[in-house]
């Protein structure tokens, strides 16, 4: 639920309080291996795989697609893009066989382990570099806000203790147990008070948190963050040239009207959105791709990727 305290959920250029993130794209240089790690360590099914593209999710949702681009480079440590993908589980159970399917398989790739208040978070590396960020939130109602702020924290998380706790049978047989969804995307970029305008000001974000000027914390409807941006190793980044790593962003909006809005707001503000009369698509200042798109379509696009049918990436 919103915080009634919040100074920007009256505003009317809000994005809607139901507003979820969707699929996330990544151009990779060898498919084979990053869908191996997507399906057999963290869990994902392959939902289709056509020519140069696999769709990945939990049924017949997509949370990422994987585009061959073997012709791309890899970015460089300091350059803006992707900062990690995050997959919300729906039980710690859930979570407990994806992070245990990581370690097992990719032993080398762990990151770190946090409870971040509202969440339980561990974080890896895919074959590719490509930051991953697997987590379980606690109730909302155990959340704490203060002046539209919602409290977040970075304390111990014992890995080996949260799986002895939560591992189970189902879990050590395979990592692919409950439900999954992106929960939220984390991006590197050059500049904070930029973000700000841009996925705030512009895009309709509400702020829900902030350390200083380096990082920010966004999301609709009072969930804690469905996108956050940092300058920890990109401080100064400028716009992103073709690489591998993150090739697009899915935000879905509750319907085609939503969509529309938006699409006229952000070229009130002079932003270039692609409309090509199903999506929105717009470059936030790095070259980061976004694309909005309805319920109704996102749905669509699930129906023709489990009937086989090739779908717009």
């Known amino acids: 639920m919103t915080d009634p305290t919040h100074p920007e959920t009256a505003r009317a250029d809000r994005l809607a309080a139901d507003t979820a993130m969707g699929a996330v794209t990544l151009d990779v240089a060898d498919l084979d291996a990053m869908t191996a790690y997507y399906r057999d360590a963290v869990g994902l099914d392959v939902i289709h795989a056509i020519g140069d593209r696999v769709a990945l999710g939990r049924g017949a949702k997509t949370l990422l697609r994987l585009h061959h681009?073997?012709?791309l480079k890899h970015a460089g440590p300091r350059e803006a893009g992707l900062f990690h993908t995050a997959f919300l589980f729906d039980s710690k159970a859930a979570l407990a066989a994806a992070v245990y399917g990581v370690a097992q398989r990719h032993p080398d790739t762990f990151r770190g382990s946090s409870d971040h208040l509202v969440s339980n978070a561990f974080y890896f590396d895919d074959p590719?570099?490509?930051?991953?960020?697997?987590y379980w939130d606690r109730?909302?109602?155990e959340w704490s806000w203060a002046h539209g702020r919602v409290e977040m924290n970075t304390l111990f998380l014992d890995?080996?203790?949260?799986?002895?706790?939560?591992?189970?049978?189902?879990?050590?047989?395979?990592?692919?147990?409950?439900?999954?969804?992106?929960?939220?995307?984390?991006?590197?970029v050059g500049s904070i008070a930029p973000a700000r305008e841009f996925y705030v000001?512009?895009?309709?974000?509400?702020?829900?948190?902030?350390?200083?000027?380096?990082a920010l914390f966004v999301s609709a409807g009072g969930y804690h963050h469905h996108m956050a941006m940092n300058v920890w190793?990109?401080?100064?980044?400028?716009?992103?040239?073709?690489?591998?790593?993150?090739?697009?962003?899915?935000?879905?909006?509750?319907?085609?009207?939503?969509?529309?809005?938006?699409?006229?707001?952000?070229r009130h503000y002079g932003i270039d959105a692609r409309d090509d009369g199903r999506t929105v698509s717009f470059d936030d200042p790095w070259a980061n791709t976004i694309r909005v798109l309805a319920t109704s379509e996102a749905e669509t696009q699930a129906d023709a990727a489990t009937s086989g049918t090739p779908t717009r990436p």
Not at 202 to 214: H, N, P, V
């Open 201 to 214: 000001d512009r895009l309709g974000f509400d702020t829900t948190a902030e350390i200083g000027d380096t």
């Open 233 to 266: 190793n990109s401080k100064g980044a400028g716009r992103r040239q073709p690489t591998l790593g993150l090739g697009q962003v899915d935000i879905v909006l509750p319907g085609a009207d939503a969509v529309g809005e938006l699409s006229e707001r952000m």
């Open 128 to 134: 590719e570099g490509n930051g991953v960020e697997l």
């Open 139 to 141: 109730d909302r109602s």
């Open 69 to 71: 681009s073997p012709d």
């Open 159 to 188: 890995p080996n203790r949260f799986l002895q706790q939560n591992l189970t049978e189902e879990g050590l047989a395979g990592p692919g147990q409950g439900d999954a969804e992106i929960g939220h995307v984390h991006l590197s």
